[in-house]
């Protein structure tokens, strides 16, 4: 079993920074694949970045390309997604996220834990 809690998120300013931080517990979290996805309101849960045990791979939705970074430090079992110019689109719950495919995934499916998720809001 691995338990992930999501921390980091809140209000903030449309072309602000935020850094959401997933602490895991339980098995290594380096044997996991970690990805990061959100659900706005009324709208299917999507992804949004995934990282591989060794960080070697990353990979990240088009829609925040170039504005988001996913890190982690298995040393401290924490996971971490940097986002910048935010925009009020980008408005969700943010859900963390291992795999046991450590290369890392986009596919929701492929996730088998989950954490509780931390609200961002982007106002306009």
């Known amino acids: 079993q691995v338990q992930l809690v999501e921390s980091g998120g809140g209000l903030v300013q449309a072309g602000g920074s935020l850094r959401l931080s997933c602490a895991t517990s339980g098995r290594t979290s380096s044997n996991y694949g970690m990805g990061w996805f959100r659900q706005a309101p009324g709208k299917e849960r999507e992804f949004v970045a995934a990282?591989?045990?060794?960080?070697?791979?990353?990979y990240y939705a088009d829609s925040v390309k170039g504005r988001f970074t996913i890190s982690r430090d298995n040393a401290k079992n924490t996971v971490y997604l940097q986002m910048h110019s935010l925009k009020p689109e980008d408005t969700a719950v943010y859900y963390c996220?291992?795999?046991?495919?450590?290369?890392?995934?986009?596919?929701?499916?492929?996730?088998?834990?989950w954490g509780q998720g931390t609200q961002v809001t982007v106002s306009s």
């Open positions: 996220a291992a795999s046991g495919l450590r290369v890392g995934t986009s596919r929701l499916y492929e996730y088998e834990y």
């Open positions: 990282i591989s045990w060794s960080s070697i791979n990353t």
